[in-house]
């Protein structure tokens, strides 16, 4: 039986601190496998550089030349998490059996891999690496993420709780991902729509030993935000109804007001005026705003632009040198 060939990949922005000590480790767990006999010796890390500031991209570069485990790819520009994530995807497609995803802060317990690939091998097409506990976490941030899953769930949007992008997914099932074509991504809610054989890995996220986190509060939320934008359209509905049970309160209280014209009770009332129109207006707003966000979003899709520009490819690249190489050999062996 063939071995397959696995692909890891690591999406990296700012990243210099822990960079060092996040190929170390994924080297060892690589060729342990190797070892094992459970994945190919054409196996490789490939770490995304998104636009990063710092030395991150010179620490790929460096490592690619030491290390034939280690490939790198420079985006343009600053694209995001997601972006950079698909970018490693799209170029190990062709060329690996399946496929890691895992961040650069070495966080997700790369342990874990091992059992991964051990799924896949079972028939497995994808293998969700997913939280045991969040102890780590602060208070607020693991409260607002049940929230977060329970929300979800009841909008009738698929998610896999505690799950982050630490997963494996098979040739076909990245096939099958990369067919879906919109702009705004949310692969936490994509992937599961795939199907095919899935299942769960448990384990113990880490905290973070070098470097700060690249989501803070505002990107947290911005992300939550795509995700129900994305995959369901109960914010508009709610707004909808949201108006519905305003008319009929405005009904109500316009009966009254008429019932207490006719009865000769009526009295200036400047104040519940402005109150009344203060509430108005703010429904209003909100309801322009979660239509604006759908309608942005609609506006992205329809243009159609590349969502990154490949700067630097050492991937490809040196894919495209082992192909020939063994090829020179192949010729070799049989004249």
Not at 264 to 272: D, E, H, K
């Amino acid at each position: 039986m063939n071995l397959p060939v696995l692909t890891i990949i690591v999406p990296c922005y700012n990243e210099e601190e822990i960079l060092p000590k996040t190929m170390d480790e994924l080297t060892a767990v690589l060729l342990e496998l190797m070892e094992l006999k459970l994945v190919s010796n054409n196996s490789n890390i490939l770490l995304v550089d998104d636009g990063s500031k710092d030395l991150t991209w010179n620490l790929i570069q460096v490592e690619s030349m030491q290390n034939h485990l280690v490939r790198g790819i420079k985006l343009a520009g600053n694209v995001g998490h997601q972006n950079a994530l698909l970018a490693g995807l799209e170029a190990a497609q062709k060329q690996s059996d399946c496929v890691i995803s895992i961040d650069a802060d070495l966080q997700d317990d790369t342990n874990v891999i091992r059992t991964m690939v051990e799924k896949y091998n079972e028939g497995y097409d994808i293998v969700y690496g997913v939280r045991d506990k969040r102890q780590t976490d602060t208070f607020f941030k693991r409260n607002t993420a049940i929230a977060f899953y329970s929300l979800m769930g009841k909008l009738g949007i698929r998610l896999i709780p505690n799950h982050a992008d630490y997963r494996l997914m098979s040739k076909r099932a990245l096939t099958e991902l990369l067919k879906y074509k919109e702009r705004n991504l949310f692969l936490r809610g994509m992937i599961p729509l795939i199907g095919f054989s899935q299942t769960k890995v448990f384990y113990e996220r880490k905290e973070r030993e070098l470097g700060i986190s690249k989501y803070p509060l505002k990107k947290m939320l911005s992300f939550a935000f795509d995700g129900i934008t994305s995959f369901s359209v109960a914010p508009i509905r709610f707004v909808t109804y949201l108006g519905f049970i305003t008319l009929l309160v405005s009904i109500l209280a316009g009966g009254y007001a008429l019932l207490q014209k006719l009865l000769g009770n009526t009295q200036s009332g400047w104040t519940s005026i402005m109150i009344s129109l203060w509430i108005i207006g703010g429904l209003q707003l909100i309801g322009i705003g979660v239509v604006g966000e759908y309608i942005g979003k609609i506006f992205k899709e329809v243009k159609r632009r590349p969502i990154y520009a490949i700067d630097v490819d050492h991937y490809s690249e040196n894919q495209l040198d082992d192909e020939v190489e063994e090829s020179f050999w192949k010729r070799d062996g049989t004249s």
